[in-house]
T-cell receptor, first 109, second 113 residues
Framework: DAKTTQPNSMESNEEEPVHLPCNHSTISGTDYIHWYRQLPSQGPEYVIHGLTSNVNNRMASLAIAEDRKSSTLILHRATLRDAAVYYCTSRGSARQLTFGSGTQLTVLP | DSGVTQTPKHLITATGQRVTLRCSPRSGDLSVYWYQQSLDQGLQFLIQYYNGEERAKGNILERFSAQQFPDLHSELNLSSLELGDSALYFC????????????FGSGTQLSVL
């Protein structure tokens, strides 16, 4: 199974950019990189996904390394509502999305 | 609101009992996934159904079973419950079969006493 490695926790100040890293050195060449986040007392929420090129949407940007062994989720201006656990996902043996332990993001006012 | 509906939100039961968790996917989604989230194990994939057929199986115990009905709603049945089965159970849905963008429900909190 592909594995992901993320820092356990990160802090950011409100209104500042946040860069959340993920290592996925065993990812298959054809597997997309998906990011989800889980707000307190809610189910995981899709954030963004990409294959090789950098991707942007209204929530975030995804920067993917050229060798695809790592990626960075970028929140351009963190708000208090962005405090959540952020998951970089991989594929399991049954091709299902596998969630690691994620990064707990704390946003300071 | 993800569009995925899970009922009940909370369930308290005793060891040895059987419970059924229900999930209604987003309109138009054909795949339903079940995940279990506990403090020590994180989010664990249990099983996926696509258009009524089992598509993928993860770490689902033999005491647990699921099915997807013709109207695409799904049920997860947990039997002979043990204390360790206490967890948040999430249902997710997606349009296709290949685990692209998943939409998660708000979960069912199961407490086994």
């Amino acid at each position: 199974d592909a594995k992901t490695t993320q820092p356990n926790s990160m802090e950011s100040n409100e209104e500042e950019p946040v860069h959340l890293p993920c290592n996925h050195s065993t990812i298959s060449g054809t597997d997309y990189i998906h990011w989800y986040r889980q707000l307190p007392s809610q189910g995981p929420e899709y954030v963004i996904h990409g294959l090789t090129s950098n991707v942007n949407n209204r929530m975030a940007s995804l920067a993917i390394a050229e060798d695809r062994k790592s990626s960075t989720l970028i929140l351009h201006r963190a708000t208090l509502r962005d405090a959540a656990v952020y998951y970089c996902t991989s594929r399991g043996s049954a091709r299902q999305l596998t969630f690691g332990s994620g990064t707990q993001l704390t946003v300071l006012p | 609101d993800s569009g995925v509906t899970q009922t009940p939100k909370h369930l308290i039961t005793a060891t040895g009992q059987r419970v059924t968790l229900r999930c209604s996917p987003r309109s138009g989604d054909l795949s339903v996934y079940w995940y279990q989230q506990s403090l020590d194990q994180g989010l664990q994939f249990l099983i996926q159904y696509y258009n009524g057929e089992e598509r993928a199986k993860g770490n689902i115990l033999e005491r647990f079973s699921a099915q997807q009905f013709p109207d695409l709603h799904s049920e997860l049945n947990l039997s002979s419950l043990e204390l360790g089965d206490s967890a948040l159970y999430f249902c997710a849905s997606s349009v296709g079969a290949s685990n692209e963008k998943l939409f998660f429900g708000s979960g069912t909190q199961l407490s086994v006493l």
